[in-house]
T-cell receptor, first 110, second 114 residues
Framework: QQKVQQSPESLIVPEGGMASLNCTFS?????YFWWYRQHSGEGPKALM?????GDKKEGRFTAHLNKASLYVSLHIKDSQPSDSALYFC??????????FGSGTKLTVEP | EAAVTQSPRNKVAVTGGKVTLSCNQT?????MYWYRQDTGHGLRLIHYSYGAGSTEKGDIPDGYKASRPSQENFSLILELATPSQTSVYFC?????????????FGPGTRLTVL
């Protein structure tokens, strides 16, 4: 069974600040990774995917992947109150199944 | 955008009772999934399906059954509900795996077992 270590559990950043979230996966078969975001009262929604080593930038969001260490991170630049949500990393060791981390609760304070 | 709906949105059940949670997707995705979400545990996979007529066990299938009668519909059945099954349940659909395996989630069902 895939183990996913996600940190921190919760994070408070000021508006305009940088938020950094981290995950480490245990299954070396994992090839594809996602970040999901869940606003209160809603279902999770895919934020971005990363499949190759290095950085992938989409607007204020940058994902990083190191396949050798099975480490992924998400950095949110210029954080906004609307970014306040629960963030999950997810990895795919099985062609059709995703395993999710336990989540990071991000709060952006105005 | 992908559309996944769940019913009911809230459910209160009694211990020992039967509960059926329903999910419908209009994305024509082959794969469908049932998760439960509990604080500190993230999303845990209960059952999933590759298509009509198929069901597979996820990480925590004990106490749950699943049914996929059609491409669009996927149900989660609790034959004898217990208080430990109090949780928020999410259904998701997704295309074939690999890099195309983004999952689209429904709004969730909050289940309370008294």
């Amino acid at each position: 069974q895939q183990k996913v270590q996600q940190s921190p559990e919760s994070l408070i950043v000021p508006e305009g600040g940088m938020a950094s979230l981290n995950c480490t996966f245990s299954d070396r078969n994992s090839q594809y990774f996602w970040w999901y975001r869940q606003h209160s009262g809603e279902g999770p929604k895919a934020l971005m995917s990363i499949f190759s080593n290095g950085d992938k930038k989409e607007g204020r969001f940058t994902a990083h992947l190191n396949k050798a260490s099975l480490y992924v991170s998400l950095h949110i630049k210029d954080s906004q109150p609307s970014d306040s949500a629960l963030y999950f990393c997810a990895g795919m060791p099985n062609y059709n199944v995703l395993y999710f981390g336990s989540g990071t609760k991000l709060t952006v304070e105005p | 955008e992908a559309a996944v709906t769940q019913s009911p949105r809230n459910k209160v059940a009694v211990t020992g009772g039967k509960v059926t949670l329903s999910c419908n997707q209009t994305n024509n995705h082959n794969n469908m999934y049932w998760y439960r979400q509990d604080t500190g545990h993230g999303l845990r996979l209960i059952h999933y399906s590759y298509g009509a007529g198929s069901t597979e066990k996820g990480d925590i299938p004990d106490g749950y059954k699943a049914s996929r009668p059609s491409q669009e519909n996927f149900s989660l059945i609790l034959e004898l509900a217990t208080p430990s099954q109090t949780s928020v349940y999410f259904c998701a659909s997704g295309a074939a795996g690999g890099r195309y395996a983004e999952q689209f989630f429904g709004p969730g069902t909050r289940l309370t077992v008294l």
